[in-house]
């Protein structure tokens, strides 16, 4: 990814009901990389007492999709469930497999840009790391005194290094 692209985010959600009890999120665009980060599944506060079951089925309905149960909510006892961490990539299917709901999930939606050529891309990628390396600091570091009663303190530098400072 070049320094002046970024990439493209935007909200993505959807309500899993009697009447709706599936919702997919597919897209047909090529030019960019998809991925669907999941955040939070919660009830509706017109949910009856009992208890509603999502699961998720990837793939794009041939046998080899797969269907996961991903969370089971239930009015009184846990109405909401926060799925940060989970990222999907198209095309996925939100399925109420037990209850009336409602359900709502919300997610963000990030598109980014492909590369077709991939020397452009190690060029990238290079050019990233001398940047870094140029901003690397180089301080030196003390020696523990005899008695190993000596203090340590990390210092992040650039966006890995880590100095270690015994004093």
């Known amino acids: 990814m070049s320094k002046t692209e970024k990439p493209l985010s935007t909200l993505w959600g959807c309500e899993l009901n009697e009447s709706n009890k599936e919702e997919s999120f597919k897209t047909d665009d090529t030019n960019h ?5 999941l955040r939070t599944m919660c009830l509706g506060h017109t949910a009856k007492d009992e208890f ?18 991903i969370a089971t909510l239930h009015a009184k006892s846990m109405p909401t469930v926060n799925l940060s ?25 990030v598109a980014l840009e492909e590369y077709s050529d991939d020397e ?29 009663a000596g203090k340590v ?3 992040l530098i650039g966006h890995k290094l880590f100095q270690l400072n015994l004093f």
């Open 120 to 148: 452009e891309l190690d060029e990238e990628m290079d050019e990233e790391v001398e940047e870094e390396e140029e901003d690397i600091e180089v301080s030196p570091v003390k020696k523990v005194t005899k008695n190993g």
């Open 153 to 155: 303190r990390l210092r």
């Open 33 to 37: 990389q998809h991925q669907l980060a």
């Open 85 to 109: 961490g989970l990222d999907l990539h198209p095309p996925v299917t939100f399925r109420l497999k037990h209850g009336s709901g409602p359900v709502y999930v919300g997610a963000e939606h």
């Open 52 to 69: 509603n079951i999502v699961e998720l089925v990837t793939g794009e309905g041939n046998s080899s999709a797969k269907a996961v149960p």
